[in-house]
């Protein structure tokens, strides 16, 4: 059988694109979605076990949802079943003893001159973005001036105070999970510009990027896409671990998609995952040299997420202030961020800590209990609570994710987007194949929302090629 | 003859619905405008004179143009012959001496903790706005809540420092002609959220909202476009000084639309003003009582704007500083902002000085002699030149201009948009009736960028209904 269209990838992007068709009247057209994991997600992932009596779920992938992404707002309501909370903001400075524990680990306080630079330079740069559009960044003259230099050359050049410079870089890589010396000036702008708000809509604390997250799992989002999608179409429109190895698309009408077992034709093909995977799939003929290039100058983001999960919640028991959470020993453990995560049961209780950018890179290559011996003694030294052990952990390593090539994002260093930009939203063969992701999407960048945006989006292109 | 439609209102969203006849394949439609005044340029003015041998031009209305105004740049650049400049942002701190002055005025200078609380109510005004849609405020659940008090008042609930709230009354008050107390908290978030980049966007200096103006005056962008009309359409298509004084709408498909001494007919007529001054025109039958409360409830802003020019630019000459102007002394006069204005000539300098907001009503009412001699003084005190005198003097009292009713937009009161938001943007009558102004649009609330949009939009609306 030949299918009107594949999607490979069974992401938010793959799905929505797929959940696009029920919508829009195309209920007759044939398609498949290939998946290489055993799982649908891409990089939302649960996971479940038991605690004693409780069964317990996690989120060791993206997780949060900002109060103004529409896209994922509305597709959670529309869906069902799924339940918002949000994320709680205590630090220890603010209520120590509470539930709900929030902190930015590696950051040293700021003088109030610090303070105010990092906000001037930040105002400073969401004035540069807003001279350019997300879609044509090079309308704007500055945009190749912009390209030429990473975010952190510019804080180089233009922060005046070295506390106020560490600052600006540790936003940029808990953003991006990339450091400020491998992004373009340029990406960093574009991204910016793609979220409704700037920094004010990034920010942490309530109403930012990190307000809500689900109770039972991000994932659950695609899982009940992909229900959805059975319902309609048969179990079998989403095919598991089937990871693509070459697409063939030398004949003028039908391509076909083969994987290690199986081999599926179809007219048109989504390939619904970041550009940085391109080269993970042989092409016959060779894709154009310029996609080769694009695939191999972007940068994934890499991340590794840990829960930590205890017996006691000790970080709420010592008074610790935040200004000794700030002294030189804070920064000598892995973790860039620490969240609170709720467990619904009052026997364990949890801490979520993210490692981002080239500590990750660097922690990925090392064995895991090394790991775990490392956050085990930050948080330790953290908290003064040198007997605190986790009864058990969780720990996603994205960057060894070969499916997905790291986490949050798929990112741009100088040079790259000049030369490339163009490409991003257009179909890689004409009528023929695209390639959409949160990293193609108008708004939200890298985020859940750009993901179910860039499905959406990527969608009508297609569907104008069906007659 | 019954024209398919009649604009009512030669202001940017007048001639820009005009214009879209043009540019959308509906060349055939018969259409008439008709203007009160004599000119064009609603809320925009030039005002041209002689200075010795020069002929000189200055904007006595609207005349500012941010860098990511689309709407505008892109008009500017399809009308040819219009040449942007950037206003220079001198302070007396920054660089005495130099042209190019700007001066807010009646700003106390801040500590960097109340400077600091600034910037986070502004933070978290802004996260609030970004929980709302311009369009459908009220999806928001907080909504009506907002409505209920004015920003004023919510200062007055949330800010610590005296200091850091009178910066925040004098922003809202610089930025809509307004006083804090008399808008609603709702209507400020609206705004907020119309402007892409929020706060960052209409800061003044470089890349705000007061970037660029136009070297031979705002009003010329509604002239180029009335000539471009007159030059498609004929001279006559632009009726002036025909203010409407009553709409006979009885009759199922002719409106009579009825001024001091001419009738018209027409199918369809749009009301290219704000809701404002929807009381000014008799309506036959009676417009449903929900408009006539709409109109008196909204809030024209109240602005003059004064400008001063010299034989000699006494302002660069004494090394006075920021911290000096600030003084009580500069309080004491009547404008709140100051920017030098290039006369293109080497003997005459100008000051543009804004006078809004209540300060604004009460110089309305007084003689010119007494305004210009309290400004005279406020400017001598400011740069210590006891001997600074004007050689002419160009005062736009906009609160008396009855075809405006005051400048620069509509606002509005507590408790007004709970009852009324909805009929902003509708037509008053269906198919037939229409009104909208810079006040509709859902960008750039309040700004010439606002008003193009919203003659763009209206125009779609209308156009549904020719068949």
């Known amino acids: 059988m030949i299918y009107d269209l594949i999607i490979v990838g069974a992401g938010l992007t793959g799905l929505c694109a797929a959940r696009t068709l029920l919508k829009t009247g195309h209920e007759n057209i044939s398609f498949k979605i290939l998946e290489a994991r055993d799982r649908v997600g891409g990089r939302t992932q649960n996971q479940h076990f038991q605690l004693g009596s409780h069964s317990t779920v996690v989120?060791?992938?993206?997780?949060?949802?900002?109060?103004?992404?529409?896209?994922?707002?509305?597709?959670?309501?529309?869906?069902?079943?799924?339940?918002?909370?949000?994320?709680?903001?205590?630090?220890?400075?603010?209520?120590?003893?509470?539930?709900?524990?929030?902190?930015?680990?590696?950051?040293?306080?700021?003088?109030?001159?610090?303070?105010q630079e990092v906000i001037e330079i930040n105002r400073r740069l969401e004035q540069m973005a807003l001279l350019l559009t997300v879609e044509e960044p090079f309308k704007c003259e500055q945009a190749n001036k912009w390209d030429l230099i990473s975010i952190g050359e510019y804080f180089r050049q233009n922060v005046k105070y070295e506390n106020a410079r560490q600052e600006l870089e540790l936003e940029v890589v808990s953003l991006t999970a990339c450091s400020a010396d491998k992004l373009s000036l340029l990406y960093w702008l574009i991204f910016l510009r793609s979220i409704p708000g700037g920094y004010t809509s990034l920010d942490d604390g309530v109403n930012g990027a990190q307000h809500y997250k689900l109770t039972t799992g991000a994932q659950n989002i695609s899982v009940l896409l992909a229900q959805q999608l059975a319902r309609k179409y048969g179990q079998d429109c989403i095919e598991y671990e089937q990871p693509v190895q070459t697409v063939n698309y030398e004949e003028d009408t039908v391509i076909r998609v083969i994987t290690a077992n199986r081999e599926y034709s179809c007219r048109r093909l989504l390939l619904a995952?970041?550009?940085?995977?391109l080269l993970q799939i042989q092409f016959s003929p060779k894709l154009p040299k310029i996609y080769?290039?694009?695939?191999?100058?972007?940068?994934?983001?890499?991340?590794?997420?840990?829960?930590?999960?205890?017996?006691?919640?000790?970080?709420?028991?010592?008074?610790?202030?935040?200004?000794?959470?700030?002294?030189?020993?804070?920064?000598?453990?892995?973790?860039?961020?620490?969240?609170?995560?709720?467990?619904?049961?009052?026997?364990?209780?949890?801490?979520?800590?993210?490692?981002?950018?080239?500590?990750?890179?660097?922690?990925?290559?090392?064995?895991?209990?090394?790991?775990?011996?490392?956050?085990?003694?930050?948080?330790?030294?953290l908290y003064s609570c040198p007997d605190a052990i986790p009864i058990k952990t969780c720990i996603q390593y994205w960057p060894n994710e070969i499916y997905s090539g790291g986490c949050y994002a798929g990112t741009f260093p100088p040079k790259v987007l000049t030369k490339y930009h163009h490409l991003l939203r257009k179909p890689i063969i004409d009528e023929r194949i695209w390639c959409a992701s949160t990293e193609t999407a108008l708004q939200w960048i890298g985020y859940m929302e750009g993901a179910i945006q860039a499905g959406e989006a990527i969608y009508k292109q297609i569907s104008q090629t069906i007659r």
Chains 1, 2 share one sequence.
């Open 292 to 381: 080769q290039e694009l695939s191999s100058s972007m940068i994934m983001g890499q991340c590794i997420k840990t829960i930590f999960i205890y017996n006691q919640a000790f970080w709420r028991i010592n008074n610790v202030t935040n200004e000794e959470l700030s002294s030189e020993q804070a920064l000598e453990g892995p973790c860039y961020n620490l969240f609170e995560a709720p467990l619904h049961n009052d026997t364990h209780h949890a801490l979520i800590g993210l490692i981002v950018g080239d500590l990750a890179s660097k922690w990925s290559k090392r064995p895991e209990e090394d790991l775990i011996q490392a956050i085990t003694t930050q948080y330790q030294r």
């Open 273 to 277: 995952f970041a550009h940085t995977l």
């Open 59 to 115: 989120d060791i992938g993206g997780q949060w949802i900002g109060p103004s992404q529409n896209n994922v707002l509305n597709l959670i309501q529309e869906l069902e079943g799924l339940e918002l909370v949000e994320q709680t903001w205590v630090t220890k400075k603010s209520g120590a003893g509470e539930p709900g524990l929030y902190e930015v680990l590696r950051r040293k306080p700021l003088t109030l001159e610090e303070n």
